[in-house]
């Protein structure tokens, strides 16, 4: 089993700042991918930003340049820096990652932290 626990999620202004952190833990053997996805009210999910083992990153188009998505390999952690926070990055965010286990190959997501910008 994989659990991915977040946190830092919030209420913040809008330009504000706010990091959010996942840590995977369980029968890991390793992971491929990290990322996260959020889903809006009343939207549909969608990819934040990924990263691999080696550090290649994809963001999403709408927060390219306000966020950043880094990686503690040896900690199994992935963390997503929000600059710039507008209101429409209102959403459950939640932590995703790609692991390999003795079962095989799969994906695992975390239970989504709330993170809330006013304007």
């Known amino acids: 089993q994989v659990q991915l626990v977040e946190s830092g999620g919030g209420l913040v202004q809008a330009g504000d700042s706010l990091t959010l952190t996942c840590a995977a833990s369980?029968?890991?053997?390793?992971?491929?991918?990290m990322g996260w996805d959020r889903q809006p009210p009343g939207k549909q999910r969608e990819l934040v930003a990924i990263?691999?083992?080696?550090?290649?990153?994809n963001y999403t188009e709408s927060v390219k340049g306000r966020f950043t998505i880094s990686r503690d390999n040896a900690k199994n952690t992935v963390y997503l820096q929000m600059n710039s926070l507008k209101p429409e990055d209102t959403a459950v965010y939640y932590c995703?990652?790609?692991?390999?286990?003795?079962?095989?190959?799969?994906?695992?997501w975390g239970q989504g932290t709330q993170v809330t910008v006013s304007s």
């Open positions: 990263i691999t083992t080696g550090g290649l990153t």
């Open positions: 369980g029968s890991i053997l390793s992971i491929i991918t």
């Open positions: 995703n990652a790609v692991v390999k286990t003795s079962a095989g190959l799969r994906p695992y």
